[in-house]
């Protein structure tokens, strides 16, 4: 008969029955193997201890659930006395405020928070059809929405807006996965994706080679709760409808290929080019997205009206909503680039020039960041070709 | 003494003394194992609390999940999943910063304390843990906060039989890949 080693652990750990524990004992009288298999688990267990010990908390940060109480009342009741930032104020800010352009790119990181977020404050559009086909939306241009610091406090306290946000987060993680994969040129690089590389023809002088990556297509799907979905629109006051298939049927948001080159000057990082065609994003059916567009809209801090006829001016069919805080740490202006409708990202306030351009264009998406003038850089996508 | 369940039963009906023993009784545990995750005090503060106010906000929650009658099991689950979070979230923040940090000033950084303690052994320990499959990982993790077999079994879904073998594949696991990576620290 086999010898069982999980028993044998269970013996050394007193986990089994008195029964159980009689039979190995038993086995231990009738087979001496057994006894060495014993001693052999036995020093293993004790060979990892320490290790795992070692992570434990010291003497002085041993936990105190009296202190502990006392914090989480003051918590509970909105007065914390606490140094720590809210949790939620915190990640609000890392999602959003705290430069949102770090959340918002590589495009690969800016489209799957941008859709989340797009997806839990303003729902990328469709229409409604009565179809049973998944509806899909692929982003062709982008919507900036300035949020007011109220606003954003508003959406702090919303206290529905976490719980989302910890469903959501978990389901993200998939797409940060895998590693990146250097290739020593673009004609390697076009090996390996399925669209054409464009070039940037207008490089600074100094730029030199840049090193060029893939990041292969992720998907992502993301279940949605229809319940807590509407606690959030319904916590600020914002009659929305959802239909049951948001229970049943996930949102998938593909993140196509992507390539991405980066510069060097002097020895850091002086201008970065990424570009994959657009994301999309395939949704449930009997979403109707015009009214939630604009429910989203509000959520954001606008008024009925203003949400109403903003939201009348959009083209929901292809337009990601991206809530930008109006806290002047960022400006953001719309700029043309070869015909496609781009946005330009700079800090006012910077010591030195440092910019970023981010436009769509038939299916693709690019996103230009670099240490030079906002109009320099608008020229350097210009001459994407 | 009232069980988990009652005092579950209590706290769904709006009685937040009930709360506040669920909270004394289970905190410490929760608090070691998030520390042992996340490897400083503040941080294992900052989620235990966390994982409390879930249970605060929504209690109806642990009988939807199944966990009719076991509060620990549901409490160790959820903070060993917002450990894991808050890890990859820690770790996305410094992927972000190092990658994305150069492009603005103001990057100073709001990322919480450093993950790794200072301590070589602790580092090598936990970097080890990450290198593991996820569920041998939290089974050591859990099982020196001082988890019993049948909490393992019920956190991890697994028959209470099976935690034994589980356990001792886990450690070996541990055992190699921590000797494969710091030769020098045995």
């Known amino acids: 008969m086999p010898i069982d080693e999980g028993k044998l652990r269970a013996y050394l750990d007193h986990a089994l029955s008195p029964e159980e524990r009689a039979l190995v004992e038993q086995q231990l009288i009738d087979l001496p193997e057994v006894q060495a298999v014993l001693d052999k688990l036995n020093r293993e267990r004790h060979d990892v201890a320490p290790y795992l010990a070692a992570i434990g908390p010291s003497p002085h940060q041993e936990p105190e659930a009296g202190q502990a109480w006392g914090r989480f009342q003051t918590r509970m009741s909105g007065q914390s006395k606490s140094t720590k930032p809210n949790r939620l104020e915190e990640r609000i800010n890392n999602m959003v405020n705290q430069p949102f352009i770090k959340r918002y790119q590589p495009l690969i990181i800016l489209f799957t928070v941008v859709a989340i977020i797009a997806i839990a404050l303003s729902f990328a559009p469709v229409r409604t059809m009565a179809s049973n086909l998944l509806r899909v939306f692929r982003v062709q241009s982008v919507q900036v929405v300035s949020v007011e610091k109220e606003d954003m406090e508003a959406l702090r306290n919303n206290p529905n807006l976490e719980r989302l946000i910890d469903q959501l987060e978990p389901q993200l993680d998939v797409a940060e996965d895998s590693e990146p994969e250097k290739v020593d040129s673009l004609d390697e690089a076009a090996d390996k994706v399925e669209f054409r590389i464009a070039q940037i023809t207008a490089l600074p002088a100094e730029a030199g080679n840049p090193t060029i990556t893939v990041l292969r297509q992720k998907v992502v799907q993301l279940q949605l709760d229809k319940a807590l979905l509407e606690a959030v629109f319904e916590a600020a006051e914002i009659e929305v409808e959802l239909p049951d298939s948001l229970n049943d049927e996930p949102v998938v948001i593909t993140h196509p290929d992507t390539v991405e080159q980066t510069w060097h000057r002097e020895g850091e990082k002086s201008l970065e080019f990424i570009q994959m065609p657009a994301p999309s994003i395939e949704y449930p059916d009997g979403l109707d997205l015009d009214e939630l567009g604009v429910a989203s809209l509000q959520l954001l801090g606008m008024s009925a009206e203003e949400a109403k006829a903003l939201g009348a001016t959009i083209d929901w069919a292809n337009t990601m909503v991206l809530p930008v805080p109006n806290n002047g740490d960022v400006d953001v202006e719309e700029v043309v680039i070869n015909g496609a409708k781009g946005l330009v990202f700079a800090n006012p306030d910077s010591e030195d020039d440092r910019a970023a351009v981010s436009w769509t264009r038939d299916g693709m998406s690019y996103f230009l960041a670099g240490k030079y003038p906002a109009g320099e850089m608008v020229d350097i996508a210009k001459s994407v070709q | ?186």
């Open chain 2, 1 to 186: 003494m009232l069980t988990d369940a009652k005092l579950l039963t209590q706290l769904q009906a709006g009685d937040d003394a009930s709360f506040e023993l669920l909270f004394q009784r289970h905190y410490n545990r929760i608090y070691h194992i998030l520390y042992r995750l996340l490897g400083n005090k503040a941080d294992a503060e900052d989620v235990a609390q966390s994982v409390f106010l879930k249970l605060y906000q929504s209690p109806h929650w642990v009988r939807l999940q199944g966990d009719e009658a076991n509060v620990a099991g549901w409490l160790y689950r959820v903070a060993v999943n917002m450990g894991y979070n808050t890890l990859r979230s820690q770790k996305r923040r410094q992927m972000r910063q190092e990658r994305w940090g150069w492009l603005w000033p103001f990057s100073a950084s709001t990322d919480p304390a450093d993950i790794s303690a200072s301590n070589d052994l602790q580092t090598g320990v936990r970097q080890t843990l990450a290198r593991m499959k996820p569920r041998e990982a939290k089974l050591l993790v859990l099982r020196h906060s001082g988890l019993s077999y049948k909490e393992l079994a019920v956190i991890l879904e697994v028959a209470p039989g099976s935690i034994g073998s589980l356990l001792t594949r886990a450690e070996r696991a541990f055992a190699q890949k921590y000797r494969l990576a710091y030769p020098e620290q045995e």
